[in-house]
């Protein structure tokens, strides 16, 4: 009799010993899985900024190439007026020298 309690109390030990193991698993696997999703989301996350302050940057790249572009026109167009303004007559010019 005291063989068959003996025997009865091991297996109960043991089956509860195998569940909260089992379940410790189970709880273990879906924190990890639950910290993948978070990192996958944060990964995400972090990859739409990089494409954000890309495209920022690209945009001002863009505009400061357009002000530059503009200002050397501008730049050139003002030469071009001092030249003509300064130049005077050009071939044979400056004549009204005596006889």
Do not use: D, K, S, Y
């Amino acid at each position: 009799m005291v063989v068959v309690v003996v025997v009865v109390v091991v297996v109960v030990v043991v089956v509860v010993v195998v569940l909260v193991l089992l379940v410790l698993v189970v709880v273990l696997v879906v924190v990890l899985v639950v910290v993948l999703v978070v990192l996958l989301v944060v990964l995400l996350v972090l990859l739409v900024l990089l494409v954000l302050v890309l495209v920022v940057v690209l945009v001002l790249v863009v505009v400061v190439l357009v002000v530059l572009a503009a200002v050397a026109a501008a730049a050139e167009a003002a030469a071009a007026a001092a030249i003509e303004v300064v130049g005077g007559g050009g071939v044979g010019g400056g004549g009204g020298g005596r006889r």
